[in-house]
């Protein structure tokens, strides 16, 4: 997973940290280790030693908003991947999106729920309990900190909550779910050119809103926005077309009852594409593949004699039906480590193979009708 260092496991999720976390980690206990310095009753290294326990909650907080996606999408089925702490907070990978809009919703929410709950818990210790002076300020920091984490992530633009949530709104409105998509990371790099706008101003002494850090987090924001743009596109498109539509015009389908030398003929020599053929019933149903180099096996005298059907080794092929959609017959390709699948109908007609290396050609000949679309 990159250069992410992996912690453990939290909830049967891999956990991991990146290096950025380390310096951030550091540059907090810093920064409110020397605030802390302000109470006299704590002496020596209590300050900085406090300021890391502090430092270490924060970062807390932000891994149980992202347990709070995790667990509701966990309870929709689908896997997490990984948790990762970073410079600008953490990260949920999901092994897939939720089905319907009502449960992006939810996952989408859980996060900020559980920060908003964590800002409510902290605001009851801080102002029930007898604390100290410096315990009351580092309870105080949590509960704020946990405020600014739920109304920042609600900012309508992806990748953060607020823009999955726009998504969601829009998917149920519209019905395409990669029309919110595109929608909610348009809105991100509206915001995150704004914030680098922000940022750089107030740098030069324009403004006394934002800082350095704004531009960085603006850059951050236009960054995955931008990604998650070009990513809905695709998808939108891919969703558009079948399998079926897909399959290559050169497919290496061909009927068992062809001889050797007629199959040679008109599928080998001057061709070289393929190396494994699938091979059809008189019903076009499949019955197994046939491997060139078994030709090896046969003299060239008995080609004539010999049917495909002899060379043919009953197999099993990874398959799709004709009507899923390319996106996922994609989605198979980017799993599976695969090149090509086959397309084969419930009743076991073959249709041919969809190649990975020709869906972006057969994209660009669709170009006019997806424009029309």
Not at 171 to 178: L, M, R
Not at 275 to 291: A, C, R, Y
Not at 319 to 345: H, R, Y
């Amino acid at each position: 997973m990159n250069n992410n260092i992996r912690v453990g496991n939290l909830f049967g999720i891999p956990f991991y940290v990146n290096p950025s976390w380390f310096l951030v980690l550091a540059l907090v206990t810093w920064v409110y280790g020397s605030q802390l310095q302000n109470f006299p009753q704590l002496v020596g290294v209590t300050p900085w030693l406090l300021g890391l326990v502090a430092a270490l909650l924060l970062f807390s907080s932000v891994l149980a908003h992202e347990l709070g996606h995790s667990f509701v999408a966990i309870k929709q089925g689908i896997t997490v991947n990984s948790i990762t702490l970073f410079i600008f907070g953490g990260l949920a990978s999901l092994e897939e999106d939720s089905k319907t809009p009502g449960e992006a919703f939810s996952v989408a929410i859980a996060g900020p729920v559980v920060s908003l709950i964590l800002f409510g818990v902290f605001t009851f210790l801080e102002v029930s309990l007898p604390l100290s002076q410096p315990l009351s300020a580092v309870v105080g920091l949590l509960a704020t900190v946990n405020l600014i984490l739920a109304l920042f992530n609600m900012i309508p633009g992806l990748p953060l909550d607020g823009g999955n949530v726009l998504k969601s709104i829009v998917w149920k409105i519209t019905g395409n779910q990669y029309r919110g998509i595109f929608i909610a990371s348009i809105v991100g790099q509206f915001i995150g050119w704004s914030a680098i706008a922000l940022g750089v101003l107030s740098v030069f002494g324009v403004t006394q809103f934002g800082s350095l850090w704004t531009a960085l987090i603006g850059f951050f924001l236009l960054q995955n926005a931008g990604r998650s743009a070009q990513s809905a596109t695709i998808q939108d498109k891919l969703s558009r077309f079948t399998a079926e539509e897909a399959v290559s015009k050169n497919s290496p389908v061909i009927a068992a009852d062809l001889n050797i030398r007629e199959f040679v003929n008109e599928y080998v020599i001057g061709k070289g594409q393929w190396s494994k053929f699938l091979v059809t019933d008189e019903e076009g149903k499949l019955i197994g593949q046939l491997n060139v180099d078994d030709l090896k096996i046969i003299p060239t005298s008995e080609w004539t004699e010999k049917s495909v059907r002899e060379l043919t080794k009953p197999q099993q092929v990874n398959s799709v039906k004709p009507k899923q959609t390319l996106l996922e017959v994609v989605m198979m390709f980017e799993k599976n480590k695969e090149s090509e699948v086959a397309v084969i109908g419930d009743n076991g007609v073959v249709f041919g193979l969809v190649e990975k290396s020709g869906i972006a050609n057969f994209l660009e000949e669709h170009k006019e009708e997806l424009k029309a679309a």
